[in-house]
């Protein structure tokens, strides 16, 4: 079976099952939460301070996340968005044959991209 990925279709319905969303979701948030990590912590506060990340990234509540959609190669597939403070956000989307998560202050108006495939 060929994994499709979760797209969106013309009408703006999520189709397709995601594996593990909330693994992705984790992931997302855990690494735009590490970024934003102060390097004046002790090292006895950057540990403390990476275990709360853990916790607060592993509760996903799929009220806080909305989809919109990336294009990749010509093909609409579901992205779903956190925005998060500071202002800024978090995205996940899954391809089929890859997971893309993405972070940043502002959603870019134009989200078509290209998957680069390494021979």
Known sequence: MERTGQRMNDAGQVTGVVDDARTMAELAVREALLVMLDQTYSRDS???RMEEIAEEASVVDWSEWE???IVVDGVGFALRVR???PPGFVAIADL???VVTMRGKELPADRRFT???RL
Do not use: V
């Open 67 to 69: 989809f919109t959609q």
């Open 46 to 48: 950057l540990a403390i």
């Open 83 to 85: 925005h998060q403070q």
């Open 96 to 98: 089929g044959t890859a």
């Open 115 to 117: 998957l680069h495939r």
